[in-house]
């Protein structure tokens, strides 16, 4: 009895491996309507079922074009190339007769978001705007695979309810948000699929290898760069997006396989405070239509738990601060093309269904509430409150233009300043700061890029607490301002060659500052021409066409006389480098310092140029190691050689000179520590970031002493509370202000003894014994935005953010807190610039 129960059971587990379900277009499609048949099927394009096989990218394009040149309800636009260089592409699909004007809908659509207009805009006709958005995530593709079904059923579907829905909306069909993510992981679902559909969660098809499908090209996870827009995939979309400004937004993602599936609201007590309740409002009529759909197709939902809608960078929330609705929609995921779950075998097929299904209650719903979103949207915008003036400024033109030009992709109107100012205590020229003035359109958007927080009503967080902008580009900023012209279009800064009194035709040396963002950029492409650098460890004056110039810590010097090159090759690099990168470049005469250290100085010490190396591989954290590799690669065009951790022991460690770890585990290169010891004792610098350190710490590489903890005293609480309780105590991403000694090499290029710091771990380590190890350390109250527990903050006062640790010849840099963070932390990178370029010149 016992053998045939296992039997039966063994049976009923395999069940479903055996009975596949016939997968055709009835599956997913409302069959009470007539279809086109001059409409090209899925199939008929494809070659195969929606859902029997992963679409790769190239054949999402390549149907996409088919629908458009069959359809005149569907226009094809690219938007952007990704990095790898695939089109994102947009369908404008509406009626025959509203392409017709489609121009003039959009710019009639785009008087609702302008304060000055929008309270004479009469709605009663206008269509409603819906952008249907898909698989940002590249390994969440079942919403580009319903992208495909969503172009074939508005082409191809005929009768008077359809067009009638085509005559009341634009539908703005985004098919994939991540190309190269999506193309990454197509690849890797095909090449492992099995005739005979293998269901255990422990197949190779289900788990992805280092990197995975989730990111983009350089790793980065794009549904959180929606505000920062650092890569052309958001710029692109964010241009559109400002372009339409449609009334509702979705973001198809998936979640874990044994979920149901998910759509917002989300948390209530989550969402951000700049938000209007009159959006959740709105977003909750909504979540009506999704769920009567998912019911009539017996699927199971959930809403108001697990996700939020607080930071502003997302796909979901973005819309929530421009009068537009953003709704997230998360699917449980197959991972693959069928995986066990605990409601039994999870089919692709079945998740590209539910999510076909909402991206069609969406448009039923904007139909249904379109007077509604329309008049939202314009309210939203005429009754915007007038928000605050902003005056914001740097002397590093190269951080502040990155700033400006941030600010004008999300059609932030800036000004130049009027006059010079001092912000926080620090002189600006007005020629270098800016005002954002309140009483414009994007006010809102102005408060949630400029908003400091510190108290909220709940202590956990999807994603970050705190964004603050200016915090994050290194950039004071302060309240009020004058402004002066309006700056229509930023461009990039040049510099100039400035030359010492008598300097002409008599070049002894240049010198350029190490401020400047671009700098590092700079001295690397002198470096990669062999020409030999230096840096200035202690401050000299010359005096440059009548001005009194000081030279300090991190200036960098190119003297003439050592030179291979020629003295006008040499001069035209320099002068290259002026336009390029954005530097000033002082020309000197004279060895002489007028005050100071002479050009002949000891101080000043020879540079190397940087061979850097970056482990990667299973249990790191591969963001981190993207941030890394798009830094270097696209802001400091410099090669970055990255290297699996499995085969680090067979790699010659001579040929680099930095070696950087980033957040991770390095258990499984224990065997290589001596060899990786030698190294650092010979002269190289290591540079470990965030969980990294525990390693270093561990193989005796780092001097670190964790913060003691006091201990917890027993107490009882509720297990429903469990979850949030320990939640409560993560930073799940906060900032905080640090002390830097900008007299240390860690510190050259910084202009101020402080700076903010961006955070999202609880690993908290004492400052070094040696005084001269820390060269920067958190501040006794430290929090500058953001949520952080008591205890938590307790413990980080006059805590390490970075220390060194010296090591023979070489140096080993204990980075607590990642100061790449996302891109667009501008602001942290010189940090990091600073331990690569001059790691191996510190010592006491």
């Not at 996409?64 to 005149?72: G, L, P």
């Not at 959930?302 to 960078?313: A, H, L, Q, S």
């Not at 006059?419 to 007005?430: A, C, E, L, M, Y």
Request: charged content about 20%; proline content about 5%; hydrophobic content about 35%.
């Amino acid at each position: 009895m016992k053998k045939t129960l296992l039997i039966l059971l063994t049976i009923s587990w395999l069940a479903p491996l055996v009975a596949q379900p016939t997968i055709n277009l009835k599956y997913y499609l409302p069959q009470n309507i007539q279809y086109d048949t001059k409409i090209p099927t899925p199939k008929s394009v494809l070659g195969y079922e929606v859902g029997e096989w992963h679409v790769s990218h190239d054949q999402l394009v390549y149907y996409m074009r088919a629908i458009a040149q069959a359809s005149d309800r569907v226009v094809l636009e690219e938007y952007a190339r990704s990095h790898e260089n695939r089109p994102l592409l947009i369908l404008k699909i509406t009626s025959p007769e509203n392409h017709q004007n489609l121009e003039q809908i959009r710019q009639k659509h785009l008087e609702l978001c302008d304060p000055a207009k929008a309270g004479g805009v009469n709605t009663d006709d206008m269509p409603v705007v819906v952008w249907s958005g898909h698989s940002i995530h590249g390994n969440e593709p079942s919403g580009s695979n319903a992208a495909i079904l969503e172009a074939y059923y508005w082409a191809a579907a005929q009768g008077d309810a359809v067009n009638k829905v085509l005559d009341n909306t634009v539908i703005l069909l985004d098919p994939c948000f991540n190309p190269d993510g999506l193309h990454r992981f197509a690849t890797w679902a095909n090449m492992h699929k099995s005739k005979n559909l293998v269901t255990d969660p422990a197949s190779r098809e289900f788990n992805e290898v280092f990197p995975r499908g989730r990111t983009n090209h350089y790793w980065f996870d794009l549904n959180r760069d929606w505000l920062p827009v650092q890569h052309p995939e958001s710029q692109g979309r964010i241009k559109k997006f400002q372009e339409w400004r449609p009334n509702i937004l979705t973001d198809h993602h998936e979640m874990g396989t044994n979920a149901s599936y998910f759509f917002q609201p989300g948390i209530p007590a989550r969402t951000n405070p700049l938000t209007p309740q009159m959006n959740q409002d709105l977003t909750a009529e909504i979540a009506k239509f999704h769920g009567k759909a998912l019911d009539k197709i017996g699927s199971l939902y959930f809403t108001k738990e697990g996700f939020d809608d607080y930071y502003y960078g997302k796909g979901s929330t973005y819309p929530d601060i421009q009068g537009s609705i953003g709704i997230l929609f998360e699917q449980a995921s197959s991972r693959g093309h069928a995986q066990q779950s605990i409601h039994g075998v999870l089919r692709f097929p079945f998740t590209i269904r539910n999510q076909f299904t909402t991206a069609m209650s969406t448009v039923e719903a904007a139909n249904a509430l379109r007077k509604k979103l329309l008049d939202y949207q314009k309210n939203f915008h005429k009754n915007a409150p007038k928000g605050k003036t902003y005056v914001f400024g740097s002397n590093d033109k190269g951080r502040t233009y990155q700033l400006v030009k941030m600010m004008q992709q999300h059609k932030i109107e800036v000004h130049q300043a009027a006059s010079d100012v001092t912000i926080q205590g620090q002189k600006i020229k007005k020629e270098n700061a800016y005002v954002v003035p309140a009483g414009q359109a994007q006010s809102r958007l102005i408060s949630g890029m400029f908003q400091v927080q510190t108290e909220y009503k709940d202590s956990l967080f999807y994603d970050v607490s705190a964004w603050t902008i200016p915090y994050a580009f290194g950039v004071p900023f302060q309240e009020g301002g004058s402004k002066g012209a309006k700056l229509e279009e930023v461009k990039f800064p040049t510099g100039k060659m400035k030359w010492a009194i008598g300097g002409q035709h008599n070049e002894v040396a240049y010198v350029f500052r190490w401020s400047n963002y671009y700098a590092p950029r700079a001295l690397y492409r002198l470096q990669k021409k062999g020409i030999k650098t230096k840096v200035v460890t202690e401050n000299f004056t010359f005096n440059v066409e009548g001005n009194s110039e000081t030279f300090s810590y991190g200036s960098i010097l190119v003297p003439v006389g050592v030179q291979k090159m020629s003295k006008n090759a040499l001069f035209k690099e320099m002068e290259a480098i002026t336009q390029q990168d954005g530097v000033d470049v002082y020309v000197l005469h004279k060895g002489l310092a007028d005050k100071g250290r002479d050009l002949g100085s000891s101080s000043i010490r020879a540079l190397h140029r940087p061979k850097v190396m970056v482990l990667a591989g299973q249990g790191v954290t591969s963001y981190d190691v993207g941030e890394v590799w798009h830094l270097l690669d696209t802001r400091y065009d410099m090669p970055v050689t990255i290297v699996d951790k499995y085969r680090f022991s067979r790699v010659n460690l001579a040929k680099y000179n930095v070696i950087v770890m980033v957040n991770g585990r390095y258990n499984d290169i224990d065997d290589d520590t001596q060899k990786i010891k030698n190294w650092v004792r010979k002269g190289g610098t290591l540079i470990t970031i965030k969980g990294a350190n525990r390693w270093a710490k561990n193989v005796g590489l780092a001097s670190l002493k964790y913060v003691k903890k006091q201990p917890v005293k027993p107490i009882v609480h509720p297990y429903v509370t469990r979850r949030n309780r320990r939640g409560a105590q993560r930073i799940g991403g906060a900032i905080f202000e640090a002390n830097i000694d900008i007299t240390h090499p860690i510190g050259y290029g910084y202009e101020r003894d402080k700076i903010p710091v961006f955070r999202n771990h609880e690993l908290f380590v004492n400052k070094s014994i040696s005084p001269y190890a820390t060269p920067v350390y958190y501040t006794k109250t430290p929090l500058l935005s953001g949520y952080i527990s008591k205890p938590n903050l307790k413990y980080l006062q006059n805590t390490a953010s970075v220390i060194i640790s010296k090591r023979g010849r070489g140096v080993v840099v204990s980075m607590l807190d990642n100061p790449n963070f996302r891109a667009f932390w501008y602001g942290t990178n010189k940090l990091f610039a600073n331990a690569m370029f001059f790691g191996h010149i510190i010592g006491w």
